[in-house]
């Protein structure tokens, strides 16, 4: 992950690590980056007062990709610095994309880089969304089953999440994404189908709890999926 700041025309710096964090309870936010691998010389954080720095933070998937994650800009109104660690507080201008700034797929992110693994059944709800997306961005290359008998244990579903986060994770492998909804889900499943080779097995076992844990638009969309009929595959009702 690379954390860029520039101020106009001229590179700031440079950071492998960035948090930002809400502040006294208004739009403000505080962000501190970590690992500063470039600074300009010639910068006085002083000079940057209600002015305003551009942020972009690229990273680079397992298949050494590298995708712009976040771009924005950023009000500062007060900063300090050190050789290694700069701390500032202002308001981000985010555009309105629907790809707002979160955090906790920063960190997710990060984690990963370092070889660090993540149990997403025991993250929170907002953690486990994050960790959806995280795997969109890490893995989405991956769309090719390996096997040819698969066992999904629907027992570990306690929503909607987690059936989407558990299925990668046992049909593509860790980190694996298969959708973030019903809809995507099924555009993600179709395009595996079309790669499966040989006659595959998909057993998704204690498939009755599966109706009481997950949204009920979802599960009747999700129902007819598992029930349809596919060259090459099938699901097993278990």
């Known amino acids: 992950m690379t954390v860029s700041v ?94 707002d700034y979160n955090q906790h797929v920063i960190d997710i992110l990060s984690a990963w880089s370092k070889n660090q693994e993540i149990d997403f059944l025991s993250l929170d709800q907002d953690k486990k969304d994050a960790y959806c997306s995280s795997c969109r961005i890490w893995n989405s290359g991956t769309d090719k089953l390996n096997n040819t008998f698969y066992e999904v244990d629907l027992d570990l579903v306690k929503s909607d999440i987690d059936l989407f986060n558990l299925m990668g994770d046992v049909l593509l492998g860790s980190k694996g994404y298969l959708g973030h909804d019903s809809y995507t889900f099924e555009d993600r499943l179709g395009t595996i189908v079309n790669r499966v080779e040989a006659d595959t097995i998909i057993r998704l076992k204690n498939y009755q709890n599966l109706k009481r844990s997950i949204n009920s638009r979802e599960w009747e969309y999700l129902d007819k999926a598992f029930r349809k009929e596919y060259k090459n595959l099938a699901f097993v009702l278990a």
């Open 6 to 99: 520039k101020y106009n025309d001229l590179m700031i710096c440079k950071a492998l690590q960035i948090k930002m964090e809400s502040f006294n309870h208004s739009f403000e936010k505080i962000f501190v980056l970590n690992d500063i691998s470039y600074v300009s010389k010639d910068i006085d954080w002083d000079d940057f007062y209600m002015d305003i720095v551009y942020f972009s933070i690229e990273v680079t998937d397992q298949y050494g990709n590298e995708e712009l994650l976040y771009d924005f800009h950023f009000r500062i109104e007060d900063a300090t610095a050190t050789e290694n660690h700069i701390t500032a507080r202002g308001i981000p201008i985010m555009r309105y994309d629907g790809n």
